[in-house]
């Protein structure tokens, strides 16, 4: 279909990946020090809920996490210790890790290091002390370092947080990749005369790094943060090596003179749109005033729009949709908008799967897509913070559009 229609399509550069994915697999790197996990075979879940004992034993040598998560594996095999550690921890459940889910170890570690649950852990093992789990006893020097990487895992779970809401796009994926190559790099200072954690915190680190050199492979990630007015270049030339700085300008200034190239004026119809004008009088005065005015030599939009004042703490995409910046940009508002459509994370479409798959139960298995396509959008305009009742789309949605109603 591409050589039919004459579409040249670069896979790699059009490539655009999931960010809490990205941080789950740094996280996993991290967790359990190895540098052989990829984007393409870690995302399926495990085929047996059940660990063998064999899994268990592997578990067991990546240390205070393998033997917590040992723990709670014992405690919830059967109901009959799954009701003992209930009366223990006062009817609070542990929380359990799940390699594929996102922030697991973190609620894990939270759980199990808060009161109550802390204390019923401890009561447990000793309940237990003839049982196999009690060789997974954690001392208190290993407790200590189940905080050291919670208090990291926290914030790593506060980027994931912040990534998945609707209003998080493309815009905030190089900044979110800065902020946890910092955190590790700040861990890693601090924590560098620490065996254990040290080469935790290199591997993790060298995960993420991996990602984020992937991210030159699409100018997609920079036109993000360029074409947020919050940051536009400033934030890359404050924060960025100065060596990354001009190729950064080369991909930008390449994207835009080949989007400029495909789109005209004529194909936004809010450029388009002006106030109608009464006739002109010629007027002497006004003539010689607009001969004798400066105008700075700013042909090209993006130009334009990169030598203007950032505008600070703003909704970028309301901010490209205002009038004044249909206007003066016609061609790179559309540009704009087109990669601040992007969300950051796949939260959103996982999301709607689960939302259909509620939608379709045993009693209703038989709609047709069209019916479950209307649903999921009703459901979704519903949720819109600016949907207001007097607005086209509720007119048509309740068949009030005049018409709708001629027709």
């Not at 670069?10 to 655009?16: G, P, S, V």
């Not at 450029?271 to 005015?293: V, Y």
Request: with cysteine.
């Amino acid at each position: 279909m591409l050589y039919k229609h004459g579409i040249q399509y670069d896979a790699k550069h059009h490539r655009l990946r999931c960010h809490g994915h990205i941080i789950n697999l740094s996280v996993n790197s991290f967790l359990y020090v190895t540098d052989d996990e990829n984007i393409e075979d870690n995302y399926d879940a495990p085929s047996n809920l059940k660990e063998s004992l064999l899994e268990i034993e592997q578990w067991r040598k990546f240390g205070p996490i393998g033997k917590l998560h040992n723990i709670i594996v014992d405690i919830q095999s059967s109901p009959q210790r799954m009701q003992e550690f209930l009366i223990l921890s006062k009817n609070q459940r542990p929380a359990r890790d799940n390699k594929t889910r996102w922030n697991s170890m973190a609620k894990m570690l939270k759980k199990a290091l808060a009161s109550p649950v802390h204390e019923a852990i401890k009561s447990y093992i000793d309940r237990h002390s003839t049982d196999p789990v009690a060789r997974d006893d954690l001392s208190v020097d290993e407790w200590e370092i189940l905080r050291q990487i919670h208090e990291f895992l926290d914030l790593l779970s506060q980027t994931t947080l912040g990534l998945e809401s609707t209003t998080s796009t493309l815009d905030a994926v190089l900044p979110a990749m800065d902020f946890i190559l910092e955190q590790y790099e700040q861990f890693k200072e601090k924590y560098k005369g620490d065996k254990v954690l040290s080469s935790m915190f290199n591997s993790g680190w060298g995960k993420m790094n991996k990602y984020y050199s992937k991210t030159n492979e699409s100018s997609a990630y920079i036109a993000g943060i360029v074409l947020n007015p919050n940051f536009k270049w400033t934030y890359i030339n404050n924060n960025w090596k100065k060596e990354w700085i001009p190729k950064s300008k080369e991909m930008m200034k390449a994207l835009w003179e080949a989007y400029k190239s495909k789109t005209t004026t004529s194909d936004n119809p809010s450029a388009s749109q002006s106030e109608p004008k009464g006739p002109e009088t010629k007027n002497d005065f006004k003539a010689w005033m607009k001969r004798h005015q400066t105008i700075p030599n700013f042909e090209d939009e993006y130009t334009r729009y990169c030598a203007s004042d950032c505008a600070l703490d703003v909704d970028a995409r309301v901010w490209w949709q205002e009038k004044t910046q249909q206007t003066s940009y016609p061609i790179l508002s559309r540009l704009a908008l087109d990669i601040l459509a992007i969300p950051a994370m796949s939260a959103d479409p996982e999301r709607l799967f689960s939302s259909a798959k509620l939608l379709i139960s045993d009693l209703r298995n038989r709609l047709g897509i069209d019916i479950i396509e209307a649903f999921e959008c009703l459901k979704s305009w519903y949720k819109l913070k600016r949907f207001r009742e007097e607005s086209k789309l509720m007119e048509i949605i309740l068949g009030e559009d005049p018409v709708l109603n001629s027709e």
